[in-house]
């Protein structure tokens, strides 16, 4: 009888358990497709906007740097909000959340320290330009053009097409050369020639290859000169301006020319030489 019972009343509380989980899953249920559609919706939703913001900037025509950071940080921004929604759809306290947060706000910054200080670099960038979209840098040895700069990072691409991503933190405390800030470039060169050369002859041979070249640029005017004697040969200094674009057209112009005018006017450029001799 005793075992009877036993049984009735574990039918009994198990029937209650069962009550009480499909009435709390009729309440909770709504919340959570709620909060399963802000979340679905809200993604999206952040994704629009950023393209909007994006295009809007480029309307406008703002620099492409800034473009590519508005729509990092509004897409961000956008999907914290949404997570925040969909927090508060299930039930939960949104003060209290925030309250807690803040609470923790000292924690979660020093966790997050490395990603802050990237966040701030980035505006500090923006507000300073030391660079920009499509420049080509050197810093820390690396070098590249920019293709964007993103809430966190400056992404490079390098010449032989490999991506370089360096944190926005590290890129404003290195030095930086800027080899697209400035209109014009100097292009440097240097060639050695045998002390047996005529150096007037040297130098007019050199100057009839760059007057042949349409992009080199006239003012400032090529500058040619001897720079050093070495132990076996003259070397002939050679700066040439041109437009930055045309930096890598000049340089390898000069590098074939001055070779193939050398050879034709017989100019010897000396090159080292180990003599054997049998004992």
């Keep these: 009888m005793e075992i009877a019972e036993e049984f009735t009343t574990m039918g009994s509380n198990a029937e209650k358990f069962v009550d009480t989980a499909i009435e709390w ?16 919706f809200g993604m999206w939703l952040a994704g629009i906007i950023a393209k909007i913001t994006s295009k809007a900037m480029e309307k406008a025509k703002v620099g492409k740097e800034v473009t590519t950071f508005a729509h990092s940080f509004v897409k961000n921004a956008i999907k914290i909000l949404v997570v925040v929604a ?12 925030i309250t807690a947060l803040g609470a923790a706000t000292v924690a ?3 966790a997050l320290q490395d990603s802050l200080k990237n ?8 507000v300073n330009k030391p660079f920009k979209v499509g420049d080509f840098l050197e810093t820390n040895g690396l070098q590249g053009n920019v293709t964007r700069i993103d809430i966190a990072s400056t992404h490079l691409l390098t010449l032989d097409n490999k991506e370089i991503i360096i944190p926005n933190s590290s890129m404003s405390v290195s030095n930086i050369i800027n080899f697209s800030s400035q209109e014009k470039r100097r292009v440097d060169l240097s060639y050695n020639v045998s002390y047996s050369s005529d150096i007037d002859s040297v130098k007019d041979v050199v100057k009839s290859v760059i007057e042949k070249q349409n992009l080199i640029l006239k003012d400032p005017e090529p500058f040619i000169a001897v720079g050093k ?20 057209n000049v340089y390898f112009y000069m590098q074939e020319n001055i070779k193939k005018a050398f050879d034709k006017n017989k100019i010897e450029i000396p090159f080292t030489q180990i003599d054997v001799h049998n004992s």
Excluded: Q, R
Excluded at 86 to 97: H, P
């Design 25 to 40: 899953l009729k309440e909770f249920l709504p919340n959570l497709v709620g909060a399963l559609i802000i979340l679905i």
């Design 229 to 248: 004697h070495t132990d076996s040969s003259i070397e002939i200094v050679v700066w040439v301006w041109c437009k930055t674009s045309n930096y890598w």
């Design 119 to 126: 966040i701030a670099s980035g505006i500090m960038i923006l």
């Design 108 to 110: 979660i910054g020093l």
């Design 86 to 97: 969909a927090v508060g759809t299930l039930g939960f306290n949104i003060a209290s959340l």
